[in-house]
């Protein structure tokens, strides 16, 4: 009976929340996938395509990946920060902090995927009469996709994790309620946001996990 009770208080005030502010939470949660998604969407498009160059010139490939590459060890804040002073603050802000974020495993990933092509393969392709766009779009990008989407997954969940913070800068998201909870010390919301940003993480990885599984048996069986 006691226990019975007591844990009636400790969900009392998250069954209070939820009945006061599902509408909002679920805005949160939409605002939270178009800022990663918008970010995910843009670092795809370029670090597919600087991948793709730096697999191509090994002087674009040191230059470009020595940079990114230095660039992951820069915090998150630290990113969301730099973007400050030439954007200010709200959305945008957040989308290009959070692209720079994503860029460095969609580029790496691509990058050594389309090198690593092996050149029996293509002299094969070549010899077998394909031209320089029949190669790339039917041998080297097949080969190269599995890994492409690996470092898509793991740019993903970095990027999903991340974009909590970008509501220190009014970027909205599921960060909102963390920092409301820590600006009001209430328990409750700091363990609904971050516990909403972690299984929003798990649930992306687990779905890309399996997308990748998909692709690898539809490309090689």
């Known amino acids: 009976m006691l226990y019975s009770q007591a844990l009636r208080e400790l969900l009392e005030p998250y069954a209070s929340y939820f009945s006061s502010n599902l509408q909002k939470f679920l805005a949160a949660i939409a605002e939270h996938f178009l800022l990663s998604g918008g970010a995910l969407a843009v670092a795809t498009v370029a670090g597919v395509t600087l991948g793709v160059l730096c697999a191509r010139n090994k002087t674009a490939n040191?230059?470009?990946?020595?940079?990114?590459s230095a660039a992951r060890i820069i915090p998150s804040l630290a990113i969301l920060f730099l973007?400050?002073?030439?954007l200010g603050t709200g959305f945008k802000?957040?989308?290009?902090?959070l692209t720079f974020l994503a860029l460095p495993p969609?580029?790496?990933n691509t990058s050594v995927s389309f090198a690593s092509v092996p050149a029996a393969v293509l002299e094969a392709a070549a010899a077998m009469g394909m031209n320089a766009v029949q190669i790339f779009f039917k041998i080297k990008?097949?080969?190269a996709l599995p890994l492409v989407l690996s470092g898509f997954k793991?740019?993903?969940?970095?990027?999903?994790?991340s974009a909590s913070l970008a509501a220190y800068i009014g970027g909205g998201g599921l960060g909102v309620i963390i920092f409301t909870g820590l600006g009001l010390m209430r328990t409750e919301l700091l363990v609904i946001g971050g516990a909403s940003v972690a299984?929003?993480?798990?649930l992306v990885d687990c779905l890309l996990?399996?997308?990748?599984?998909?692709?690898?048996?539809?490309?090689?069986?």
């Open 83 to 86: 973007c400050l002073p030439l």
């Open 93 to 97: 802000p957040s989308v290009v902090a």
């Open 154 to 161: 793991t740019a993903a969940v970095e990027v999903i994790a």
């Open 141 to 143: 990008v097949p080969l």
């Open 209 to 221: 996990s399996v997308l990748e599984k998909r692709v690898q048996i539809a490309l090689f069986g």
């Open 199 to 202: 299984l929003l993480s798990i």
């Open 106 to 108: 969609i580029l790496i």
């Open 62 to 68: 040191m230059v470009i990946s020595g940079v990114f």
